[in-house]
């Protein structure tokens, strides 16, 4: 397949053991402090989100009647598993830094996920439909606005993010073909989009509220602007692929994927075993290719 191709290749599964100084600053974008905090706080729902995400898959395909969506729904599992992994080794980083606090944050979102569990399964499995639709937008927002977003950051928390970016874009019609064979219903669908982005953005913004409090920033009013500048740009950015993704004929397979995706997967493809793929963040394009560690 040649770079460039608007299909990616099939989901791949990468034990990247990314590693994190435990001197690392958690303002890992010395530019933008109320952007980094943001990342830090979707980085620690990462734990709780995806094995909820994975358990409420694997149930769901006991009562698939589609075989074809096992390897999928395989890979889907073996992706999630290692990016939360990867996120719970940083977010442990922080809680034993400056911010111990989170982990009552941590808490909030272990209890709420449990309760979530007891949901019926159509509940949970329109959940994790909605919730991996709008990672789309959010990968594309990420990968257009790369040098930004991520130019002069620490290059493991930018290499870690974009991975994460990559591999969602792998996986992207699982959870919504396994919705759509199980239950098919575009109301529950359209739900699960709007509250699984409510759920995770609501424990995003508490994590972030703190870490901006504990920095003494968050009563600042020039901090405060930046903050909603910042998420201003985000829904901007992903609001019109959320828009397109509730319209009753959609599915993921109509989104081209970001030609910049594709050529990281090629790049990791002539990786040794076991090499981390770090992106070069002082390269102002942020080109798909990696200094290994």
């Known amino acids: 397949m040649s770079v460039g191709s608007d299909q990616m290749p099939e989901i791949v599964v990468r034990a990247i053991p990314f590693a994190f100084s435990e001197n690392i600053n958690p303002v890992w974008h010395p530019e933008r402090h109320e952007w980094s905090h943001m990342v830090n706080g979707a980085s620690l729902s990462m734990p709780y989100l995806e094995p909820f995400l994975i358990k409420t898959v694997r149930e769901a395909l006991k009562q698939a009647s589609d075989a074809s969506l096992k390897d999928g729904v395989c890979g889907f599992i073996a992706q999630e598993g290692h990016h939360f992994k990867n996120h719970r080794r940083y977010n442990d980083i922080l809680k034993r830094g400056a911010y111990p606090d989170l982990a009552d944050v941590e808490q909030e979102m272990d209890t709420d996920f449990k309760r979530l569990q007891s949901k019926s399964l159509r509940w949970r499995t329109a959940y994790t439909a909605g919730f991996e639709t709008m990672t789309m937008g959010i990968t594309e927002w990420l990968i257009k606005d790369r040098r930004d977003l991520f130019k002069h950051a620490d290059p493991s928390v930018s290499s870690l993010i974009l991975w994460h970016m990559v591999e ?57 602007l930046r903050l909603y500048k910042m998420i201003g740009r985000a829904f901007a950015n992903i609001g019109p692929a959320m828009m397109k993704s509730l319209l009753p004929g959609y599915h993921p397979s109509k989104v081209k994927d970001p030609d910049w995706v594709i050529r990281w997967a090629h790049a990791y493809a002539g990786l040794k075993e076991n090499e981390i793929p770090l992106l070069d963040t002082s390269d102002p394009d942020i080109p798909a290719h990696f200094a290994t560690s």
Do not use: C
């Open 168 to 224: 969602e874009t792998e996986h992207k019609n699982v959870a919504f073909d396994l919705y759509q064979d199980l239950y098919g219903s575009y109301l529950p669908r359209a739900f699960g989009l709007a509250y699984a982005s409510w759920h995770v953005m609501k424990f995003t913004r508490r994590a972030y509220i703190r870490m901006l409090s504990k920095d003494g920033l968050w009563f600042d009013m020039r901090s405060r």
